[in-house]
Structure formats: C-alpha cells, structure tokens
C-alpha cells in the first residue's frame, strides 16, 4: 500500500473535522454571547465651572501691575482691583474672561487677560430630604445620586426614589432642575444618574409633579442659606429654568 504524503493527511484531517462540525449549525441550543455597550460615564464635554476654594491667578497682558492671585470665597467672590467685589462661581474661565474684558476695557485701551486655574477644590454636593443624612459630601472622581445617598446614610421609610429632585447651578439666578427616577437603579441594578459639583440632591416622600412649582416654593428647605451661597446659588432662588424628567432605563 502506498502511503499518502504528509501534507495530503493534514488536509484531509482538517477537511474531517470541518464535515464533524457543520451538522451542529443551525440545531444548537447552546448560549450565544453579545457585546454588551459599556456603562455610562459623566459628560465631561461640559466646561469646567469655577466654584470656592478654586485658586485663580490672573495674567495681564498689557496691565503687569494688576497681576494677582485669588482664592474663591465661600460667597462665590473674589476681589478685583478697579472692579471690586466679583462673582465668579458658576461662570466658566472663558466667561469670566469675557466679563472682566468688557469690565476693563472702560478703563484700557488695550486689554486682555489669562485666567489660569491653579487649584481646583474638591468636588461637592448636598444631600437634603428623606436622606439619613442631610449634609455636603465632599468626593473625587465620579458621584451617582445612589452613592451619595449611600454616603448619606440611606433614606429614610417613605423616601420617594422615582421622584428625586437634582439642582444644578448653571451660572445663572434659576437652576436647572432634574427630576429623576432611580427606583429600578436600586431594586434592579438599573441605570443610575451622574451628578456634577455642587447639585443639591432632594429626596421627597410624596410623589413631585409640579416641579417647578415645588422648588419655587419650598427651595428654602432644600438649599439651607450656608449651602446655597457656598454653591453659588442666588439666594433668595427667584425662579426655575426649567425642569427635565429623567427615567432611566434598566441596564442591559
């Protein structure tokens, strides 16, 4: 008998164990596997807001001798020479920039200025309502609504989580308000919510609809007067911007 050569046996072996397996398409049970999208993460397109305890040097291209360096007050201010007293918390670098070249520019020709944050203070939100715990919880990295609430102790027996409230300070007088549905967060590993510094975090005991009318009303128990001027809310709050309802879908 004739014996076949090497590399005509190996292409017969692969040819075999290809026919062995093509019968099991199509019939198997077995699992099949999906990529799955991977899990939100904040929006870090946003621009960063200054807020106090952010340190700011100031870079005068054509005024050297107003050169300086402020630290941001629990008020939100800072002191600037010919301005004076400035709120800054809540506007962005290039925003500042922009007012202090409209500010100056009545007492210059020629002007223009580098803000340079040279400290960015630690990140912090305030947890009030049906939370263990109302209090400010200092954090770095990334904070959910469920983390802080854990952070805050839990909530409270009645704590409505498919009506929880999150304020966010945009810089202006009136707040952008979120009203936000966790419930399948906690019970069923749903999505959670990504807060930014300085939100302020309400958890009711009743179910909200009214929002805007609800903040308008009782913004006083929410953001105590302390809180509200450290996070750069104007206070007394006059009115809300507007109001989004968040539910989050389960995750995949």
């Given at each position: 008998?004739?014996?076949?050569?090497?590399?005509?046996?190996?292409?017969?072996?692969?040819?075999?164990?290809?026919?062995?397996?093509?019968?099991?398409?199509?019939?198997?049970?077995?699992?099949?596997?999906?990529?799955?999208?991977?899990?939100?993460?904040?929006?870090?397109?946003?621009?960063?807001?200054?807020?106090?305890?952010?340190?700011?040097?100031f870079?005068?291209?054509?005024?050297?001798?107003?050169?300086?360096?402020?630290?941001?007050?629990?008020?939100?201010?800072?002191?600037?020479?010919?301005?004076?007293?400035?709120?800054?918390?809540?506007?962005?670098?290039?925003?500042?920039?922009?007012?202090?070249?409209?500010?100056?520019?009545r007492?210059?020709?020629?002007?223009?200025?580098?803000?340079?944050?040279?400290?960015?203070?630690?990140?912090?939100?305030y947890?009030?309502?049906?939370?263990?715990?109302?209090?400010?919880?200092?954090?770095?990295?990334?904070?959910?609504?469920?983390?802080?609430?854990?952070?805050?102790?839990?909530?409270?027996?009645?704590?409505?989580?498919?009506?929880?409230?999150?304020?966010?300070?945009?810089?202006?007088?009136?707040?952008?308000?979120?009203?936000?549905?966790?419930?399948?967060?906690?019970?069923?590993?749903?999505?959670?919510?990504?807060?930014?510094?300085?939100?302020?975090?309400?958890v009711?005991?009743?179910?909200?609809?009214?929002?805007?009318?609800?903040?308008?009303?009782?913004?006083?128990?929410?953001?105590?007067?302390?809180?509200?001027v450290?996070?750069?809310?104007?206070?007394?709050?006059?009115?809300?911007?507007?109001?989004?309802?968040?539910?989050?879908?389960?995750?995949?």
């Amino acid at each position: 008998m004739n014996r076949l050569p090497n590399p005509f046996i190996q292409l017969l072996s692969v040819a075999l164990l290809i026919g062995s397996l093509l019968p099991l398409q199509g019939c198997s049970t077995g699992m099949q596997y999906q990529q799955l999208p991977p899990p939100p993460s904040p929006d870090r397109e946003e621009e960063f807001r200054l807020g106090p305890g952010d340190i700011l040097q100031f870079v005068f291209y054509y005024q050297p001798e107003l050169q300086m360096i402020q630290e941001v007050r629990p008020d939100g201010m800072i002191s600037l020479q010919l301005l004076g007293e400035t709120m800054v918390t809540g506007l962005t670098p290039s925003e500042l920039k922009q007012e202090l070249v409209e500010a100056y520019s009545r007492y210059f020709d020629h002007f223009d200025v580098a803000i340079l944050v040279s400290k960015v203070a630690k990140n912090e939100v305030y947890v009030s309502g049906a939370a263990t715990l109302n209090q400010v919880i200092s954090y770095n990295g990334d904070l959910t609504v469920l983390r802080a609430l854990t952070q805050a102790g839990g909530v409270q027996m009645g704590a409505r989580l498919d009506s929880v409230l999150v304020i966010r300070n945009q810089g202006t007088s009136d707040p952008l308000v979120y009203k936000v549905n966790i419930k399948d967060a906690r019970e069923k590993g749903g999505q959670d919510f990504m807060l930014r510094n300085h939100d302020v975090l309400y958890v009711p005991t009743k179910n909200i609809t009214k929002v805007n009318q609800f903040v308008a009303q009782y913004i006083d128990g929410i953001i105590p007067r302390r809180v509200a001027v450290a996070f750069g809310f104007s206070y007394p709050l006059r009115g809300i911007k507007s109001t989004v309802d968040v539910n989050l879908p389960d995750a995949e």
